[in-house]
């Protein structure tokens, strides 16, 4: 059973525009959430978080948006940019406990 | 280094060979982690140490799977008897005691043939 879902395997955005990538989850007692970002051959490079008991966390371009009572999670992008092409994993914690991640979601951003 | 550090980057063996995967967390970070990914999929969780201890396993697939971090810095993921279907990339993270954040290394491509 999948704790944290990524339903869009890949996303196409022009650049400029604004990217948004979605994540679910099932566990309510995860407290805290993440946003990697990976390129090939490398390791996944932290992005932005956002603890459960805020809605939203902004850093530059990058902004989370977290809806609890729907389990559900947004990393938005703006303006996207080609060095955002990348695959975007979403990943929750509980306290205490290891990191749950989602498949993935790759998005490239077209010039 | 200022990062998380892996080696070897790339690992060829042989079905039935026994393979050593270092990690070399960020200075003082206490917490490890180990994952594995597999192509189109997100990282895996294998295990996870608080200081010298393996403070969760669960995610170890079988018995051929260890890991140990003796003096609570420096860790090593060790399987035996590989197979195929070990063939993945190995992930380590760590993490502060004041972060809630991973922070991984660029991992190591295990290849079983």
């Known amino acids: 059973d999948q704790q944290v879902k990524q339903n869009s395997p890949s996303l196409s955005v022009q650049e400029g525009r604004i990217s948004i990538l979605n994540c679910d989850y099932t566990?309510?007692?995860?407290?805290?959430f993440l946003w990697y970002k990976k390129y090939p051959a490398e390791g996944p490079t932290f992005l932005i978080s956002?603890?459960?008991?805020?809605d939203k966390n902004e850093d530059g371009r990058f902004t989370v948006f977290l809806n609890k009572s729907a389990k559900h999670l947004s990393l938005h992008i703006v303006p996207s940019q080609p060095g955002d092409s990348a695959v975007y994993f979403c990943?929750?914690?509980?306290?205490?406990?290891?990191?749950?991640f989602g498949p993935g979601t790759r998005l490239s951003v077209l010039p | 280094g200022a990062g998380v550090s892996q080696t070897p980057s790339n690992k060829v063996t042989e079905k039935g060979k026994y393979v050593e995967l270092r990690c070399d967390p960020i200075?003082?970070?206490?917490?490890l982690y180990w994952y594995r990914q597999s192509l189109g999929q997100g990282p895996e969780f294998l295990i996870y140490?608080?200081?010298?201890?393996?403070?969760?396993d669960s995610g170890l697939p079988n018995d051929r799977f260890f890991a140990v971090r003796p003096e609570g810095s420096v860790s090593t993921l060790k399987i035996q008897r590989t197979e195929r279907g070990d063939s993945a990339v190995y992930l380590c993270?760590?993490?502060?005691?004041?972060?809630?954040?991973?922070?991984f290394g660029p991992g190591t491509r295990l290849t079983v043939l």
């Open positions: 993270a760590s993490r502060g005691q004041t972060t809630d954040t991973q922070y």
């Open positions: 566990n309510s007692m995860f407290d805290y």
């Open positions: 956002i603890s459960s008991i805020k």
């Open positions: 990943a929750a914690y509980n306290y205490g406990q290891n990191f749950v």
């Open positions: 200075s003082g970070h206490t917490a």
């Open positions: 140490f608080q200081g010298t201890g393996a403070a969760d």
